[in-house]
């Protein structure tokens, strides 16, 4: 039990970042890399969102784990 807690936290803390790039880069705020297909797309940033969600959800998880 002891070792969910950060791998959850770990994992949760990617994803939440992953997603909020991905929301960046769907709605134009960030143009890295510059070659992107992702730049200006609405389904990137869609799919962002569920994904930093994804994340948010698994850090709440991991801090209910005692």
Known sequence: ?????PVLFAL???LFLLGMLWVGQGL????WPRSSF????RVWAD??????AI???L???ARRLR
């Open 12 to 14: 949760g803390a990617l």
């Open 38 to 41: 992702m730049l200006d797309q």
């Open 55 to 57: 994340g948010l959800i």
């Open 47 to 52: 799919r962002g969102a569920i994904t930093a």
């Open 59 to 61: 850090i709440l998880v």
């Open 28 to 31: 134009g705020y960030v143009q």
């Open 1 to 5: 039990m002891r070792r969910r807690r």
